[in-house]
């Protein structure tokens, strides 16, 4: 069964600080990798989606890798912002038909001002 | 991106009464849909998968005859809480998969139930 897990939970940092958020799964076997940012009380805004084939993606000051073998992904943000202050979600999507995606547990992100 | 719409945005209901939450997918066509619940600081659970014209398909735990998932149409797929308690106070979140050349979800801004 795929578990996701994303280290840290909650991080502090100050604003203009570069970060790295980590992600971590259970079973290499995916088709592909998101990442999601979601604000209290909100859904979900999509930010990178790689797939199996693929190492990193970009946008803007994020870049997200993917290393499938070892089963890890980093969402990093470079000169942060207060307005990125939220809740990051990864969630991998399994090889098979079902398309259903397995949702990391979340890291709380507060940048201060 | 596709826009997926979900209402009621929040709903406030009394213990023992049902409510209806509705997903749409507004600019594109979504044979499947999936419906999330995620309970304060906690990560987003499938709950089911919903696909037109035939019965949803429920992950583990989860009572079909509790939450029941209509999908009529390829833009629409309803969920039911039924005799709703306290416990089934959540965020519920429902998705639609979009097939162009990726295979991509696109989320909800997700319904605010409260069970009184």
């Known amino acids: 069964k795929q578990e996701v897990t994303q280290i840290p939970a909650a991080l502090s940092v100050p604003e203009g600080e570069n970060l790295v958020l980590n992600c971590s799964f259970t079973d290499s076997a995916i088709y592909n990798l998101q990442w999601f940012r979601q604000d209290p009380g909100k859904g979900l805004t999509s930010l990178l989606l790689i797939q199996s084939s693929q190492r990193e993606q970009t946008s803007g000051r994020l870049n997200a890798s993917l290393d499938k073998s070892s089963g890890r992904s980093t969402l990093y943000i470079a000169a942060s912002q207060p307005g990125d202050s939220a809740t990051y979600l990864c969630a991998v999507k399994d090889g098979g038909a079902t398309n259903k995606l397995i949702f990391g547990t979340g890291t709380l992100l507060a940048v201060q001002p | 991106g596709a826009v997926v719409s979900q209402h009621p945005s929040w709903v406030i209901c009394k213990s023992g009464t049902s409510v209806k939450i509705e997903c749409r997918s507004l600019d594109f066509q979504a044979t499947t849909m999936f419906w999330y619940r995620q309970f304060p600081k906690q990560s987003l659970m499938l709950m089911a998968t919903s696909n037109e014209g035939s019965k949803a398909t429920y992950e583990q735990g989860v009572e079909k005859d509790k939450f029941l998932i209509n999908h009529a149409s390829l833009t629409l797929s309803t969920l039911t809480v039924t005799s709703a308690h306290p416990e089934d106070s959540s965020f519920y979140i429902c998705?639609?998969?979009?097939?162009?050349?990726?295979?991509?979800?696109?989320f909800g801004p997700g319904t605010r139930l409260t069970v009184l």
């Open positions: 998705s639609a998969l979009a097939v162009a050349g990726l295979i991509e979800q696109f």
